[in-house]
Structure formats: C-alpha cells, structure tokens
C-alpha cells in the first residue's frame, strides 16, 4: 500500500473511531515518532559537528578534560 493511500485510510478510521482511548492511543504513536524524529535530528546534527571538531584537531586528552571538569565543578561550589 502506498503512503497516501495508508495516510487516507487513516483518516477514514479516525473519522469513523468514537473510543476516545483509542484515538488517544493513536495520537500518542504519532506524536512520539515525531518526537523521535526531531531528536534523530538533533543527535545527527551534534554527531556532524563532533566530526567537524575532530578534523580540524579541536579534541582535548582524557587529562585536560578532567582537569576541565574539575575546574569548573570547583567554580559551581
């Protein structure tokens, strides 16, 4: 079946669905794959830039990193 006919016989079911559970049920399916697919965006996008970082050698050693983390946990106090 092809996305628009899935998409029109969706609609077709939710007109004719009087249950309010099962139409929350399905609006909370949608609703958590949209937000799933934002959050794959955003993870794509933090991935690309970490690579971007490496090549241009903008890392840091295990070290200057937790001398980093203790510096500025030191400051939070």
Known sequence: ME????????QKLVETQSDPAILQRVYEILEQAQQEAAWKDVMNAG??????????????????F???????IKQKR
Do not use: F, P, Q
């Open 3 to 10: 996305v628009a006919a899935i998409k029109t016989e969706i």
């Open 47 to 64: 991935a690309l830039r970490a690579e971007e970082d490496i090549k241009a050698g903008r890392i840091y050693s295990m070290e200057e």
């Open 66 to 72: 937790r001398s980093m983390i203790t510096d500025y």
